[in-house]
């Protein structure tokens, strides 16, 4: 009886810090050293079957907060996901004008080129379009990393969503079993 009652004071704080949400995987393997002790233990047959009822209960409640906390940080996932994929559009809608306005630029200064006056003028003119093309080119390679990274997103999302199906499918199983 007095490892008895020992043995359920060690439950019951468990079981307390388990309802105010303390670090599951610690109180885990505090529930295992406490049943490897019990284990060495002679109990009466009542007594063994009522201590091994209240772990086997702790290790339950547990296990649903871990799936809970698991089904809450997919959610959080899949959102941040969502969020940095808009943005990354926007950047992409951003970068595309960005182009368009110095390809205009670009058309304007080869357009004044041919109508320039003197030699400087077309020299000067030269160099603002090899300027202006570099920039381009770099604008594009950027571009085209953001295409890149967008179908990289895409997938991870694709994934995110059928993990999300796959635990709403299991929710469902089990509600039905019950």
Excluded at 133 to 158: A, G, N, P, Q
Aim: hydrophobic share 30%.
């Amino acid at each position: 009886k007095t490892y008895l009652n020992d043995f359920s004071k060690e439950l019951n704080e468990i079981e307390g810090k388990i309802e105010q949400g303390l670090g599951l995987s610690p109180l885990f393997e505090d529930l295992k050293r406490l049943q490897h002790k019990i284990k060495n233990i002679h109990f009466t047959k009542d007594d063994r079957k009522e201590i091994w009822d209240k772990i086997d209960g702790a290790f339950k409640i547990i296990k649903e907060k871990r799936g809970s906390q698991y089904e809450a940080n997919v959610s959080q996932g899949t959102a941040r996901l969502q969020k940095r994929y808009e943005g990354l559009i926007g950047a992409i809608q951003k970068m595309q004008k960005s182009i368009q306005i110095d390809q205009k630029d670009l058309d304007f200064q080869t357009k004044r080129v041919e109508d320039s006056d003197g030699q400087l003028e077309s020299q000067l003119r030269q160099a603002k379009i090899r300027m202006i093309e570099e920039r381009i080119h770099s604008k594009k390679e950027k571009f085209d990393d953001m295409l890149k990274t967008k179908s990289d997103l895409e997938s991870k999302l694709e994934k995110e969503k059928k993990k999300v199906a796959k635990l709403e499918k299991q929710e469902k199983i089990e509600e039905a079993k019950e």
